[in-house]
């Protein structure tokens, strides 16, 4: 891509009269675009459908972390903040950066961090503020990329501010090219604790918006491209992120065209790149999912759920000595026994593992203090779908996993701990003793 091609197309664009309403849906596709791939790079989890929900409904689907859903809306923000930073008659100021920052962060918090021994620890992040400590990475070789001192950063920021405001004064590069190299050179100082991404394609933007061209979206997608062009550029070969920010100028110059000359602007690939996306997405946390079968069933019993049903017949038996009798039951039942959970349900499952196994806890006669003598039943279920199984005691689902999640030793205690004290809680009550 030729910077001279970027000129025509900034050229055309600007014979064309754009109407306040193609402006408006121009710049509403570049907020959606721009606030949902500079937020996923950095690993936001909004998928590209729950951002252009979040912005066109103030509403969000799926379960997502609370400082996900505030990132992404403070981050639109910042692209307002930018916008009217690039028409101001004032060039940007360092204090301008510290703003964008601060508003894409919010608030302070706490993220993992390591200490100089290599020691996990939790490092407070306040927004705007520079870093008072080295940020350095550790790359995929192992070695270690360093970024600017700490005591560095101001002097840096400075130099690189001074730099923009003559640049676009007098200007020794063409716009895309001065984008991508004080993109580059922020990124080296990192001077925050955190939003340095952002914050750097933002900076970016600005001389962009300010030279009269529409923004650069790096694509969440071309991820892999962005970051092999910034390490070419620590390297001293800048011509590649250059190259590679240029395709994507040139593709938003198109679309501002587009909107101009009153066309669709809506990208015929759009769900294609977001099922891409997601299916990338889940298959890198992917599970897994195994279906229902008598042999996943059988394994998960024996890690699982025959101790668990032996544990909680033990601590059942507790509740005996004041009852008149005491039964615990299958069904399906298993022939000629009665009480014997665990070989009711290998005898169920060498029959198959068809439909459900149900465990029917009954205590007759209360024999202690109440206004009358009462009998209880509790019901425990096993349920088995296609390819989870859940555990429901009475109307209550206890949880639901898949076949290859088996229960931990502590979570078989825990939930026969919690049957043992619901039935308890219901004979205090039932006897008259629940306030004693």
């Given at each position: 891509?030729k910077?001279?091609?970027?000129?025509?197309?900034l050229?055309?664009?600007?014979?064309?009269?754009?109407?306040?309403a193609?402006?408006?849906?121009?710049?509403?596709?570049?907020?959606?675009?721009?606030?949902?791939?500079?937020?996923?790079?950095e690993?936001?989890?909004?998928?590209?459908?729950?951002?252009?929900?979040?912005?066109?409904h103030?509403?969000?689907?799926g379960?997502?972390?609370?400082?996900?859903?505030?990132?992404?809306?403070?981050?639109?923000?910042?692209?307002?903040q930018?916008r009217?930073?690039?028409?101001?008659?004032r060039?940007?100021?360092?204090?301008?950066?510290?703003?964008?920052?601060?508003?894409?962060l919010?608030?302070p918090?706490?993220?993992?961090?390591?200490?100089?021994?290599g020691?996990?620890?939790k490092?407070?992040?306040?927004?705007?503020?520079?870093?008072?400590?080295?940020?350095?990475?550790?790359?995929?070789?192992?070695?270690i990329?360093?970024?600017?001192?700490?005591a560095?950063?101001?002097?840096?920021?400075?130099?690189l501010?001074t730099?923009?405001r003559?640049?676009?004064?007098?200007?020794?590069?063409?716009?895309?090219?001065?984008?991508?190299?004080?993109?580059?050179?922020f990124?080296?100082?990192?001077?925050?604790?955190?939003?340095?991404?952002?914050?750097?394609r933002?900076?970016?933007?600005?001389?962009?918006l300010?030279?009269?061209?529409?923004?650069?979206?790096?694509?969440t997608?071309?991820?892999?491209?962005y970051?092999?062009a910034?390490q070419?550029?620590?390297?001293?070969?800048?011509?590649?992120?250059?190259?590679?920010?240029?395709?994507?100028?040139d593709?938003?110059?198109?679309?501002?065209?587009k909107?101009?000359?009153g066309?669709?602007?809506?990208?015929e690939?759009?769900?294609?790149?977001?099922?891409?996306?997601?299916?990338?997405?889940?298959?890198?946390t992917a599970?897994?999912?195994?279906?229902?079968?008598k042999?996943?069933?059988?394994?998960?019993?024996?890690?699982?759920l025959?101790?668990f049903?032996?544990?909680?017949?033990?601590?059942?038996?507790?509740?005996s000595?004041?009852?008149?009798?005491?039964?615990?039951?299958s069904?399906?039942?298993?022939?000629?026994?009665?009480?014997?959970?665990?070989?009711?349900m290998?005898?169920?499952?060498?029959?198959?593992?068809?439909?459900?196994?149900?465990?029917?806890m009954?205590?007759?006669?209360?024999?202690?203090?109440?206004?009358?003598?009462?009998?209880?039943?509790?019901?425990?279920?096993f349920?088995?779908t296609?390819?989870?199984?859940?555990?429901?005691?009475?109307?209550?689902v206890?949880?639901?996993?898949?076949?290859?999640?088996?229960?931990?030793?502590?979570?078989?205690r825990?939930?026969?701990?919690?049957?043992?004290?619901?039935?308890?809680?219901?004979?205090?009550?039932?006897?008259?003793?629940?306030s004693r």
């Amino acid at each position: 891509m030729k910077t001279s091609d970027l000129t025509d197309k900034l050229a055309e664009l600007q014979t064309l009269e754009m109407s306040p309403a193609d402006e408006k849906r121009l710049w509403k596709k570049f907020q959606l675009e721009w606030n949902y791939h500079s937020n996923h790079i950095e690993g936001n989890t909004l998928t590209y459908g729950e951002t252009e929900l979040l912005f066109n409904h103030d509403k969000v689907t799926g379960t997502h972390s609370l400082r996900d859903i505030e990132e992404m809306k403070a981050h639109d923000v910042a692209i307002g903040q930018l916008r009217t930073l690039a028409t101001d008659e004032r060039p940007i100021t360092e204090s301008d950066i510290r703003q964008l920052n601060a508003t894409l962060l919010k608030e302070p918090f706490y993220k993992d961090a390591m200490t100089a021994d290599g020691k996990p620890t939790k490092k407070r992040i306040d927004p705007g503020e520079y870093k008072t400590t080295p940020n350095n990475v550790i790359q995929k070789d192992g070695s270690i990329f360093e970024f600017a001192p700490p005591a560095e950063v101001p002097e840096k920021i400075h130099e690189l501010i001074t730099w923009i405001r003559e640049e676009l004064e007098n200007p020794q590069f063409h716009p895309i090219e001065a984008a991508a190299l004080a993109h580059h050179r922020f990124v080296l100082i990192h001077p925050f604790d955190d939003g340095n991404g952002r914050t750097a394609r933002l900076l970016m933007n600005y001389i962009l918006l300010r030279s009269g061209y529409p923004p650069v979206i790096v694509k969440t997608e071309t991820k892999p491209e962005y970051l092999a062009a910034l390490q070419l550029a620590d390297a001293g070969e800048p011509a590649r992120l250059i190259e590679f920010l240029a395709k994507e100028l040139d593709w938003s110059l198109d679309v501002s065209i587009k909107a101009a000359k009153g066309a669709s602007i809506a990208d015929e690939d759009d769900l294609d790149k977001e099922i891409a996306i997601f299916v990338k997405n889940q298959t890198d946390t992917a599970k897994d999912v195994v279906p229902r079968s008598k042999e996943a069933i059988e394994t998960l019993a024996e890690t699982s759920l025959i101790p668990f049903l032996n544990l909680l017949t033990d601590k059942l038996e507790k509740f005996s000595p004041i009852f008149v009798s005491t039964m615990i039951t299958s069904n399906p039942p298993t022939p000629g026994e009665n009480g014997d959970l665990e070989k009711a349900m290998r005898y169920w499952i060498s029959q198959g593992a068809k439909n459900n196994f149900t465990v029917i806890m009954r205590m007759n006669g209360f024999k202690g203090e109440a206004p009358t003598p009462f009998d209880l039943q509790h019901q425990l279920i096993f349920n088995f779908t296609q390819f989870e199984y859940s555990i429901h005691h009475q109307n209550s689902v206890m949880d639901t996993r898949l076949y290859s999640e088996p229960l931990l030793q502590e979570e078989i205690r825990d939930m026969a701990s919690k049957i043992q004290a619901s039935i308890f809680e219901e004979i205090k009550k039932r006897s008259g003793q629940a306030s004693r």
